[in-house]
C-alpha cells in the first residue's frame, strides 16, 4: 500500500530511486541526409542530447563535448570523424541536481563533406550511429553516448 501512496501522490518519506549520482547522457530523435552532387558529397542531421543529473549528486555538473562521430550500425567503421556541429544551449552546459537539460545538436553539410566512398557506409541497410564524447565535471572520466542505429534519408 505504501508504494501505491508514493506512486501517487509524492508522500512525504518515499524514497527517490532516482540513482543519477553523474550525467546520464542519451542521444533521441537522430536524423542524418546524404547529400550528394558533382562537386562534393556531404552529410547533415540532427539530434536531441539529454543530460540527466539525479536529486542524489552532491552537486551541479558542468558537462563540455569533447567529441561526436557517425559509425556504421556496430560501432567498428567510423564514416564522418570529427562531426562539426552547432548546439544550443553552447557547451560547456550546466546541469542542476535533480534535473534534465535537452541540447540541440545539428550538423550541416556545408561543415561534414565526406568521400564519395562514404555514401555506401551512410546508406547500409543496417543503419548508421551517432557516438559522441563528454566531460562531467563530477566524474572524472570521459563518458560516451551512442544513439540507436537509423536509417540515413537521401541514399541513392
Known amino acids: 500500500m505504501g508504494a501505491l501512496w508514493c506512486t501517487l501522490g509524492g508522500v512525504v518519506g518515499c524514497p527517490n530511486t532516482d540513482a543519477a549520482v553523474f550525467v546520464d547522457l542519451s542521444i533521441e530523435n537522430p536524423s542524418a541526409a546524404v547529400q550528394t552532387s558533382v562537386l562534393a558529397t556531404a552529410v ?45 544551449p553552447a557547451f560547456p552546459v550546466t546541469v542542476a541536481v535533480d534535473s534534465d537539460v535537452v541540447v540541440n545538436i545539428e550538423f550541416a553539410a556545408a561543415d561534414n563533406e565526406v568521400e564519395a566512398s562514404a555514401v555506401d557506409l551512410l546508406c547500409d541497410p543496417g543503419g548508421i550511429v551517432i557516438s559522441g564524447a563528454f566531460d562531467d565535471s563530477l566524474e572524472d572520466a570521459l563518458k560516451s553516448v551512442s544513439s540507436w542505429p537509423f536509417q540515413v534519408s537521401g541514399c541513392p
Open 44 to 88: 547533415s542531421g540532427s539530434f536531441d542530447l539529454r543530460l540527466h543529473l539525479g536529486p542524489r549528486a552532491t552537486d551541479s555538473s558542468e558537462v563540455t563535448l569533447r567529441a561526436l562521430s557517425i559509425t556504421n550500425d556496430d560501432l567498428t567503421t567510423t564514416v564522418v570523424s570529427p562531426l562539426a556541429v552547432t548546439t544550443d
